[in-house]
């Protein structure tokens, strides 16, 4: 006999204090109830809403087009990236944190010539700096950035990136994977030819896909660049245009879930509303951790009010392992560090949450500090 599952059998879960997945509102769990034919008008009429609410959020019109592809995050970076940057092309990527490492190693492996800049990981992109490379290497086509670099939590400056790369007649490409949704971001604005981001990060959906809002016009001179078949984003966007229809089978339920998502993003009003939240959790965070002691990693000017990345206490009493599996039993779920340096751990401002979370979540630490015995946390 099986049990008859409870009615939110969700009450229990730990909350998500990560960069994604997030935890999601009870709304847009129950809106992926249902079971959906990826190629019946119903699933159709889903996908065009989407992609419609989607290009809203980006601040684009009709000379642009969001294309979605299955997957998480990082598909759709490579997606772009191998059919945006032509084969003859050459990208500049802008590295200050694990995500900019990731786009060279992407780079690397389909074969797109690059090359890159490298600040430390608390230090934004210095737009004079690419515009002597630009003006020095003729050959880049296009620039790769990223809005919020999720390693540190650092915002980096992409309108003056932006100015410096149409300065010099050249494409930028963004990840506004964690940003976007939160965060302005000028989608429309030149010389951006792409910005890719995905489901289950501030919009607040559940991982599965990943999308690009693209110019009309990068799009279109985009055939035959892309490395393989699944990652085709023209010919990902060329079906969608003649059918409604994804080329393979879609992430049904993840589509229902963003939908559901997007209207309590609008309900919530929009970017505006959802960024106000976060910086509202992300100050609770700051100001809560600091009175314990605890070290931010970076200045208060460089923090997105996306993800904390905190010094480890160097106290011998501290140890992470514990203050991650004790947090957890105290229903909060935190992120190790991932700067290449410097030993740390990050605590995300984002997903279904608000102050009152975030409060308990700096009363939980508080608790297991004191039972380790951490006298400092700096
Ligand atoms: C989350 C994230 C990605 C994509 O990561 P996935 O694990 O593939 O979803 C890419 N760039 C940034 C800046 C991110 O925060």
Redesign the pocket.
Same mark, same amino acid.
Not at 72 to 75: A, D, E, I, L, Q
């Given at each position: 006999m099986t049990a008859k599952p409870p009615a939110t059998p969700w009450t229990e879960d730990p909350i998500l204090l990560t $960069?994604?997945p997030l935890t999601t509102s009870p709304g847009t769990k129950g809106a992926m109830l249902h079971d959906w034919g990826s190629r019946d008008p119903a699933f159709i009429e889903m996908t065009a809403r989407v992609c419609r609410r989607l290009l809203d959020l980006a601040g684009a019109g009709d000379a642009h087009a969001v294309v979605p592809i299955q997957g998480?995050?990082?598909?759709a970076?490579e997606a772009a990236i191998g059919t945006l940057v032509p084969r003859g092309g050459k990208a500049l990527v802008l590295i200050n944190g694990e995500?900019g490492r990731?786009i060279r190693h992407i780079c690397e492996i389909i074969g797109r010539d690059h090359d890159a800049l490298e600040w430390p990981e608390d230090t934004p992109p210095a737009p004079a700096e690419i515009a002597a490379k630009l003006e020095a290497d003729g050959a880049i086509s296009h620039v790769i950035a990223?809005h919020?670099?999720?390693t540190s939590g650092i915002l980096n400056p992409i309108p003056a990136i932006a100015r410096a790369v149409a300065g010099a007649g050249r494409r930028l490409l963004v990840?506004a994977?964690?940003s976007f949704g939160a965060l302005d971001l000028d989608c429309a604005a030149e010389p951006i030819d792409g910005v890719m981001a995905?489901a289950n990060?501030c919009l607040e959906g559940v $991982?599965g896909i990943g999308f690009v809002v693209a110019r009309r016009r990068a799009l279109d001179a985009a055939a035959g660049n892309a490395p393989g078949l699944s990652l085709d984003l023209h010919d990902q966007w060329r079906a969608m245009e003649q059918s409604g229809q994804w080329r393979f089978t879609p992430p049904t339920h993840v589509v229902a879930g963003l939908d559901h998502a997007l209207a309590e993003h609008e309900a919530e009003g929009g970017i505006s509303g959802r960024g106000d939240r976060y910086r509202a959790n992300c100050r609770a965070l700051v100001g809560g951790m600091r009175a314990l002691g605890f070290k931010t990693y970076l200045a208060d000017d460089l923090q997105a009010p996306i993800i904390v990345t905190f010094h480890l206490p160097t106290d011998p009493s501290f140890d992470f392992e514990i203050f991650y599996g004790r947090l957890k039993d105290l229903g909060f779920i935190i992120y190790p560090g991932k700067l290449a340096a410097i030993p740390s751990f990050r605590i995300g401002c984002i997903g279904h949450i608000t102050e009152t979370e975030i409060k308990a979540a700096v009363a939980a630490v508080a608790t297991v500090i004191n039972e380790m015995g951490v006298k400092d946390c700096g």
């Open positions: $960069p994604g998480s995050g990082t598909f970076v995500y990731r990223v919020c670099e999720t990840d994977m964690s995905s990060k $991982p």
